[in-house]
């Protein structure tokens, strides 16, 4: 009797691993594949919202695979190198059948037109955080879709000119990036609509030193504007986490885009956030992966932003907060009572000068 329970048990034992190594590679083979392709590193902190807003958004799908790629073209560029990222990317994945690629930033995008067919097949593309962006930049290709990056250089200098009806220089700083380089156009095709008494100085990939240099001659009439990155001494790109750092002797207020830079010594602006880019672009992506045709997910060309200034710089620059508009976001502002309970307070007064009424 003994031995034949054990003969059941190891028959059954046996049974179990069979079972479990046949599912394994089924519920594999099952499992679409998406490739995340970011133009830049993960250190850069509009990568991973970008990432933070796909990863949330997918999350609950158990059955998606997800693969991650950073080119890091902020530090490396050059046709040599998108010729080695072809190499690698051609060897690494040429038993993998992706569903869809979420491409994040102008490169990627662009080393998903040259190469991506060639190295991946004719597959669906979603792409975010793209500058500038215009039909052409597609050449044709009708299995592209996405979000653009349209960040609202107009409403932020407008913003500039809300709190500093006085100033007279503004200081625009950005990059030879393809993005900088967008960023910059953006800014010249909105100064038009601006008095001629408000000088605009350009400044691409200036050194740090040399904006130091001026803080003597910088007052309170003048403002920065960054819609790109600073360079050090030795040549090489300032990460954006320091840019407010490195500026914080000038003593001038400083506006921004883009919600990862807000910081100390940041003033604030019109702002857009890499999370949103992702979350949209994953939306986009899981509805073509349920059967949607790529073509009739239409391409988002306007950036959700917001205003958003901070509380600290604006008391620094003696810029009051009670005449600023409904719309306008105020970060680290002191905590008030009355405020933040301020409906509480009202029913309270009233239920009390109700019963003294009565009494």
Known sequence: ????????????????????????????????????????????????????????????????????????????????????????????????????????????????????????????????????????????????????????????????????????????????????????????????????????????????SKILDKRNTLNKETAILIVGQLKSENGNYVPYDETSVSLKELNIPIYVCWDFLLSNNIVGGKVIDGYSQGKIAAEMALNILNGENVQNVPIQRESPGKFVFNYNELSKYNISIDKIPSDYNIINKPFSFYNTYKIQIYIVSIIILSLVILI
């Open 1 to 208: 009797m003994g031995g034949k329970l054990k003969k059941v048990m190891f028959s059954f034992i046996i049974f179990l691993f069979i079972i479990l190594n046949f599912q394994v590679p089924i519920k594999a083979e099952s499992g679409k594949k998406i490739l995340i392709l970011n133009s830049y590193s993960e250190e850069l902190q509009w990568t991973r919202d970008i990432q933070e807003g796909i990863e949330k958004t997918i999350e609950v799908n158990d059955n998606l695979l997800v693969y991650y790629e950073y080119m890091d073209l902020k530090n490396n560029s050059g046709e040599a190198y998108m010729g080695i990222l072809n190499k690698l990317y051609t060897e690494k994945y040429k038993n993998t059948k992706f569903d869809i690629i979420i491409c994040s930033d102008n490169d990627a995008l662009n080393f998903m037109i040259n190469y991506g067919e060639d190295i991946f097949g004719d597959i669906p593309v979603v792409f975010c955080g793209i500058n500038n962006f215009n039909d052409e930049m597609l050449q044709g290709k009708p299995n592209y879709t996405g979000v653009v990056e349209a960040i609202d250089v107009e409403s932020t200098i407008d913003s500039i000119l809300f709190f500093q009806e006085n100033v007279k220089d503004i200081i625009i700083i950005s990059d030879s990036m393809p993005s900088g380089k967008f960023n910059e156009e953006l800014v010249r095709k909105s100064i038009y609509k601006y008095s001629y008494d408000i000088n605009f100085n350009f400044y691409r990939d200036v050194d740090v």
